[in-house]
């Protein structure tokens, strides 16, 4: 309900923001720009919430490493899986408290381990967990040695952890290069508009004398449109690349992609008001 509230609160700031731009400015880069501010002020509230949820995510991973070596602990003492989780019900694990508690509500009126962990598995919509999971469904449906697959669980949750932050420290250096790259194609972008295009557009046509094309037509407004596209979609592609490079998931990069969505449109819009 909170969130529901924020994004409400972001659309009513960016709708009044848009009117109020178009009320006072009727035209003109300045409006384009505040236009481009009441856009994010309206989009941010629907950012922070996907933020929240991917970090909600990532602790739910977290906590289930912590929920396992406890359910481990449970079972090489001799207590049967099910009864194990019972008993965690009420233990803290962050995020992924409430989808313990649901498993262990499922166990205790008489739903089947296997069913109750594949509810789990859904709820938690990760696929770490889900692969987790199966491996203790097949060694209960199989009656192997419950203990022994669950700390190779645990093992394994744990090496994932540990690759994937070993990963993102390993390529941090390259994410700070893609958004050094990314201001470095803004400025030539910039400069190829404001002071390129028009030293061409203002040279002597006797100057060009030879030529099939007529120098007269390159205006920089011909271009401003292709190049401020051209930007666009080379932030949305470049924000995808760096996270699927440092967190190894597209759904990652779609942060990036906002941050230098936003950059791009401050910058172009903010450049064409003091340069224009």
Not at 45 to 69: C, D, N, V, Y
Not at 150 to 159: G, K, R, T, Y
Not at 180 to 202: G, T
Not at 209 to 218: P, T
Request: glycine share 8%; hydrophobic share 50%.
């Amino acid at each position: 309900m909170e969130f529901e509230k924020m994004h409400w609160l972001g659309i009513g700031i960016g709708v009044a923001g848009a009117v109020t731009s178009i009320a006072i400015f009727r035209g003109g880069n300045l409006m384009y720009f505040l236009l481009v501010l009441s856009l994010l002020a309206g989009a941010i509230p629907f950012m922070i919430s996907f933020l929240l949820g991917e970090s909600r995510q990532k602790e739910k991973e977290e906590k289930f490493l912590a929920f396992t070596r406890d359910l481990v602990e449970m079972v090489r003492s001799g207590t049967p899986v099910s009864k194990s989780i019972m008993n965690l019900k009420n233990r803290n694990y962050g995020t992924l408290t409430s989808h313990v508690g649901k498993l262990a509500n499922q166990l205790s009126i008489g739903l089947t381990l296997t069913n109750a962990l594949n509810t789990f598995a859904k709820d938690t919509k990760s696929r770490v967990i889900s692969r987790a999971v199966g491996l203790i469904s097949e060694a209960e449906r199989a009656g192997g040695n419950i203990e022994t697959i669950l700390e190779s669980v645990a093992e394994s949750v744990n090496q994932i952890e540990n690759l994937r932050k070993e990963r993102k420290a390993a390529v941090s250096n390259l994410v700070t290069q893609g958004y050094l790259i990314f201001f470095v194609f803004i400025v030539i972008m910039l400069v190829l508009e404001f002071k390129i295009l028009p030293l061409v557009a203002n040279l002597d046509a006797a100057g060009a004398e030879g030529l099939n094309v007529s120098v007269n037509q390159l205006s920089p407004e011909a271009f401003s449109m292709p190049l401020f596209v051209m930007l666009l979609v080379q932030s949305f592609f470049a924000g995808i690349v760096i996270g699927k490079i440092s967190e190894g998931t597209i759904r990652s990069g779609i942060k990036h992609s906002f941050i230098l969505l936003a950059l791009t449109l401050l910058v172009t819009t903010g450049a064409k008001v003091l340069f224009a």
